[in-house]
């Protein structure tokens, strides 16, 4: 009764893992520069990734192979961020820059004055 109800929850966790995963393959596809595809990958692909992570530690019925699993989603949740904003830094710094929808520019060096609402 209980294995059931494990295998179907690690069926759903791994359902929403994979979609997770295929909007981050998406984003990075379709949307126009390097620095919105760096965010669906790190965001998106954190979570799908996680989301799997999560169906392998419930379906695994393995308190080892639980805790790996965990310690994974943590090690996920700590660097993806931190290797996207690096990767972002390193872009912005060699020079490739943002689309020119973008209103604020806080890398530029430039002292423009912000509205007040």
Same mark, same amino acid.
């Given at each position: 009764?209980?294995?059931?109800?494990?295998?179907?929850? *690690? !069926? &759903?966790? @791994?359902? +929403? %893992?994979?979609?997770?995963?295929?909007?981050?393959?998406?984003g990075? /596809?379709? #949307?126009?520069?390097?620095?919105?595809?760096?965010?669906?990958?790190?965001?998106?692909?954190?979570?799908?990734?996680g989301?799997?992570?999560?169906?392998? *530690? !419930? &379906?695994? @019925?393995? +308190? %080892?192979?639980?805790?790996?699993a965990?310690?994974?989603?943590?090690? /996920?949740? #700590?660097?993806?961020?931190?290797?996207?904003?690096?990767?972002?830094?390193?872009?912005?710094?060699?020079?490739?820059?943002?689309?020119?929808?973008?209103?604020?520019?806080?890398?530029?060096?430039?002292?423009?004055?912000?509205?007040?609402?």
């Amino acid at each position: 009764m209980i294995v059931d109800f494990v295998r179907y929850l *690690a !069926a &759903i966790l @791994l359902v +929403i %893992g994979s979609l997770f995963s295929f909007l981050a393959a998406v984003g990075i /596809l379709r #949307l126009p520069d390097l620095y919105t595809r760096m965010h669906a990958a790190s965001k998106a692909g954190t979570v799908g990734a996680g989301f799997i992570l999560l169906a392998v *530690a !419930a &379906i695994s @019925l393995d +308190i %080892g192979v639980a805790l790996r699993a965990v310690v994974g989603i943590g090690f /996920l949740a #700590l660097t993806a961020p931190i290797s996207a904003h690096l990767l972002a830094r390193s872009a912005y710094l060699s020079g490739y820059r943002p689309r020119e929808m973008l209103k604020i520019d806080d890398l530029s060096g430039e002292t423009t004055p912000r509205r007040k609402y």
